[in-house]
């Protein structure tokens, strides 16, 4: 019988969430960049329109490694660590226990960078000054919107490959495991649009903004009165496509990266099996 490494795990994680994340957050910064500026309450043409779509990127070159690592740390390691103790039928709680984990360790990094690129992105002043409640603004409502957007991804992408192995009776492909990836991202998408676009506002609101005036119900309401059903939904095609096709890319490196380092690191140690399959010969004697 072989276990999980928690070592393995973690370093297994870090450099799988690391890689895809940075990858993606690049090679799809334009399309995030025009989700941006179609949410600001600026106006896209104001806002930067299709000028400049590359701007704002320092902080995401920065940020996505440490960001989508910590992530998939959490969450890989408590995977890791429930699976084998809890039965099949409830792994579906770990997935989003896991996942809502996840995404507030996540955003400990995430929303100072998204701070800082999305007020780049809709060409706000340079010279502004980012003190820490400056930077940590809109902490919850990030939140927020990604403990909805993972409670539905995660679950769905775990769902969708148990039901593509068992179709074809093998492990899956990386390839495969994207495609899971990407339909799952884009249900997800979705269904959180008017979360993230209450997020961008807030984010983007003027550094003297009240506390008031920055809370997520009251942002949504605001919203909707602008602008109705449609405001809600700004930005929803360029935030769809940029997930479903980052979910591909994402996770397409994250599986093949997990092959490539898992054949150079085990995934069980001899002390850990000899332990474990004493465990179980205690345990049947005692049933005997």
Same mark, same amino acid.
């Given at each position: 019988m072989t276990v999980s490494n928690p070592k393995n795990v973690f370093l297994t994680s870090l450099i799988s969430?690391?890689?895809?994340?940075? %990858? $993606?957050?690049?090679? %799809? !910064?334009?399309?995030?960049?025009?989700?941006?500026?179609?949410?600001? +309450?600026?106006?896209?043409?104001?806002?930067?329109?299709f000028n400049? %779509?590359?701007?704002?990127?320092?902080?995401? *070159? $920065?940020?996505?490694a440490p960001t989508a690592a910590l992530f998939f740390v959490t969450y890989d390691s408590i995977k890791a660590l429930l699976k084998p103790r809890v039965d099949e039928k409830h792994h579906v709680a770990i997935y989003m226990g896991g996942a809502a984990f996840g995404e507030m360790v996540a955003c400990l990094i995430r929303v100072p960078v998204e701070v800082v690129k999305q007020?780049?992105?809709? !060409?706000?002043?340079?010279k502004e000054r980012f003190g820490i409640r400056i930077l940590y603004r809109?902490?919850?409502?990030? $939140?927020?919107?990604?403990?909805?957007?993972?409670?539905?991804? !995660?679950?769905?992408?775990?769902? %969708?490959? +148990? #039901?593509?192995?068992?179709?074809?009776?093998? /492990?899956? /492909?990386?390839? /495969?495991?994207?495609?899971?990836?990407? #339909?799952?991202g884009g249900v997800a998408a979705a269904a959180t649009t008017p979360l993230d676009v209450a997020k961008t506002r807030i984010m983007l609101s003027r550094v003297e903004a009240g506390r008031s005036d920055l809370k997520i119900s009251r942002m949504l309401v605001s919203i909707y009165r602008e602008s109705g059903v449609q405001g809600l939904f700004a930005g929803f095609v360029p935030r769809v496509l940029w997930i479903t096709l980052g979910g591909f890319i994402f996770f397409g490196i994250y599986e093949k990266?997990?092959? *490539?380092?898992?054949? !150079?690191?085990?995934?069980?140690? /001899?002390?850990?099996?000899?332990?474990?399959?004493? +465990?179980?010969? +205690?345990?049947?004697?005692?049933?005997?």
């Open positions: 969430g690391g890689t895809a994340g940075t %990858l $993606v957050d690049v090679a %799809l !910064f334009p399309l995030d960049t025009l989700k941006t500026r179609l949410q600001s +309450q600026n106006g896209f043409l104001r806002s930067g329109g400049g %779509l590359y701007r704002g990127i320092t902080p995401v *070159i $920065v940020g996505s007020r780049r992105q809709a !060409f706000l002043p340079k809109g902490y919850w409502s990030t $939140v927020l919107r990604d403990l909805p957007f993972s409670l539905l991804q !995660f679950p769905l992408w775990e769902y %969708l490959k +148990q #039901i593509w192995k068992r179709k074809c009776g093998r /492990e899956l /492909e990386p390839w /495969e495991g994207a495609v899971c990836g990407a #339909i799952s990266t997990k092959v *490539i380092t898992d054949k !150079f690191l085990p995934t069980s140690t /001899e002390s850990e099996s000899t332990m474990l399959m004493t +465990q179980s010969f +205690q345990n049947n004697s005692i049933l005997e």
